[in-house]
T-cell receptor, first 116, second 116 residues
């Protein structure tokens, strides 16, 4: 089974509107962290936001917020007031505390294209 | 700029040749990771170091791959006898163990390898 699932391969969003990117995860580890990264065409993975499994409140970072629904095992990213520069691939990733290597496991990504 | 740097950014080689990539982590980050990303996919974990010790290797890391991190600073990833299937983006990331729960991995710009 996939540990991280991103069901939306691509999305269009109008400039200045909000967009929600879906992410569901699968783990039996009670302690884990969820990350979102942005990857522009240049290739660099840019860290956006983090949510810990024990965090009581949804994480927010500027225009980025994370809709964390633990019981449903979902961690959707919301980008508010989209800008042209938000056009990129977005990856959801998970780190399980018990996972060997402290590695991140990534989903397949969602491509976002912001239309002017 | 104190981010993660990788060299070279692009590498084209012929099948059977050896290639070596370098990663310079963020200063004082004690953990360093290598990931591989093929076209249209999320990154996949290859290996990681804590200081100079290589603590975990993925099954993806065949015998033709070797990584080092002498003195716990920069790291090199060498691929011997390259194959066309090795064509991918090789991403390096570093993190600070002292961050504890939220140990965010910061990525470099990657090295794009094309094996002809």
């Amino acid at each position: 089974a996939q540990k991280i699932t991103q069901t939306q391969p691509g999305m269009f969003v109008q400039e200045k509107e909000a967009v929600t990117l879906d992410c569901t995860y699968d783990t039996s580890d009670p302690s884990y962290g969820l990350f979102w990264y942005k990857q522009p065409s240049s290739g660099e993975m840019i860290f956006l936001i983090y949510q810990g499994s024990y965090d009581q409140q949804n994480a927010t970072e500027g225009r980025y917020s994370l809709n964390f629904q633990k019981a449903r095992k979902s961690a959707n990213l919301v980008i508010s007031a989209s800008q042209l520069g938000d056009s990129a691939m977005y990856f959801c990733a998970m780190r399980e505390e018990k996972a060997a290597g402290n590695k991140l496991t990534f989903g397949g990504g969602t491509r976002v294209l912001v239309k002017p | 700029d104190t981010g993660v740097s990788q060299n070279p950014r692009h590498k084209i080689t012929k099948r059977g040749q050896n290639v070596t990539f370098r990663c310079d982590p963020i200063s004082e980050h004690n953990r360093l990771y290598w990931y591989r990303q093929t076209l249209g996919q999320g990154p996949e974990f290859l290996t990681y170091f804590q200081n100079e010790a290589q603590l975990e290797k993925s099954r993806l890391l065949s015998d033709r791959f070797s990584a080092e991190r002498p003195k716990g600073s920069f790291s090199t990833l060498e691929i011997q006898r390259t194959e066309q299937g090795d064509s991918a983006m090789y991403l390096c990331a570093s993190s600070d163990l002292r961050q504890l729960v939220q140990e965010t991995q910061y990525f470099g710009p990657g090295t794009r390898l094309l094996v002809l």
